[in-house]
T-cell receptor, first 112, second 109 residues
């Protein structure tokens, strides 16, 4: 089934660890996004990509990095996690034409 | 600056009562506005967009450019409407959606 998948759904790690949040979509969408969502706060765009080998930083400054080597895959990496990185990370994709996002289920990260 | 403001963090109503979730925006140009909804333990999903001018699950939203508002309305709330609602604006560059902080709607019987 065409969908967007995020793994892990939940992750608890210690400070200083390197983590990668995976996001894959099987809809053939060119545009993909990462949003950060904190409770009671708006979703903040942290990264986006318009296609393979294209990545841009979003409105919210983030210490994370992303890559887009394949159309369907858009992983987010934190080289050295800190407690301030504790948040929910939402991946989304968008097909051409309609300005509508399809969201993944999210990855909830807790850094101790 | 482009911004979306949802002034209410929480809106509690009784079943059958009218609902209005407020959304104001700041944008220089012709905006494209959306309402997204997140039910408990489900993904964030599109509810409606202003260019469609449609009613989804009984909800409607009219773009008022004079008041720069895009309020979400439903005449009779149902318990299954309880969820988090986000108003969103497509930015000038068309790169991504700008979201408000969200409003939690709680409908009780």
């Amino acid at each position: 089934e065409a969908d967007i998948y995020q793994t892990p759904r939940y992750l608890v790690i210690g400070t200083g660890k390197k983590i990668t949040l995976e996001c894959s979509q099987t809809m053939g969408h060119d545009k993909m996004y990462w949003y950060q969502q904190d409770p009671g706060m708006e979703l903040h765009l942290i990264h986006y990509s318009y296609g393979v080998n294209s990545t841009e930083k979003g409105d919210l400054s983030s210490e994370s990095t992303v890559s887009r080597i394949r159309t369907e895959h858009f992983p987010l990496t934190l080289e050295s996690a800190r407690p301030s990185h504790t948040s929910q990370y939402l991946c989304a994709s968008q097909g051409s034409g309609a300005n509508v996002l399809t969201f993944g289920a999210g990855s909830r990260l807790t850094v101790l | 600056a482009q911004r979306v403001t949802q002034p209410e963090k929480l809106l509690s109503v009784f079943k059958g009562a009218p609902v209005e979730l407020k959304c104001n925006y700041s944008y220089s140009g012709s905006p494209e506005l959306f309402w997204y909804v997140q039910y408990s333990r489900q993904r964030l999903q599109l509810l409606l967009r202003h260019i469609s001018r449609e009613s989804i699950k009984g909800f409607t939203a009219d773009l008022n450019k004079g008041e720069t508002s895009f309020h979400l309305k439903k005449p009779f709330a149902q318990e299954e409407d309880s969820a988090m609602y986000y108003c969103a604006l497509s930015n000038q560059a068309g790169t991504a959606l700008i979201f408000g902080k969200g409003t939690t709607l709680s409908v009780s019987s």
